[in-house]
């Protein structure tokens, strides 16, 4: 005979959406297997898949009082990482896309100027945005991204656990694109997607 769950998944979702960080690790719990599983079928990553976990898991704690227009949790989920999976295809297309366009301008043209002119700029745009980053998530940034530490060599350097190191580069990483979509061009934005 199974164990009836404390709480249902709206009653953890009123809590979630007061702050309550017990009932959110509950949900995380309960459904990331699932969603990582899911994104996985479909992006054919571990990588990719765990990134669409933790950002569909992530929304879910940063909705707060919109949490309450959810009436059934696992297909929200479904929805949230379907979507975030297609918005990562339509980046690789776009990134593929850019990549051809460079080698037909290479082959054409020989003429590298403009591309390193672009690419020094973009370069600035990235600096500034990590100089934004809050304290940790610029460190854990620059040990594991600019020195190329695995997490948990970082997280001992910082005295953290790995997961959490994982998690600031994942906020890091985010905070960075949009900070760079904001104060760039679309080609410059592909280029920085490449070095972070």
Known sequence: MSV????NDLELLQKIAQGDQR???????????????????ILNSET??????????????????????IHQLEPFLHTVSRNYCYNIFRRQKLE?????????????THNDTEESILLNDTRKVLQDGVALLPQQQRLVYQLCHQEGL?????????NL???TVQSYMKLALRSLRNYVSQHTDVAAILIIFKLL
């Open 161 to 163: 656990s790995p997961h």
């Open 96 to 108: 593929f896309k850019f990549d051809a366009e460079l080698s037909k301008d290479w082959v054409e």
């Open 48 to 69: 990719l898949a765990e990134e669409a976990m933790q950002e569909t898991m992530l929304k879910i704690w940063q909705m707060g009082s919109d949490l309450e227009t």
């Open 150 to 158: 695995k997490y948990e060599e970082a997280a001992e350097r910082l």
């Open 4 to 7: 009836k769950p404390l709480y």
């Open 23 to 41: 009932a959110f690790r509950t949900i995380y719990d309960r459904y990331s297997r699932k969603v990582y599983i899911f994104a996985l079928r």
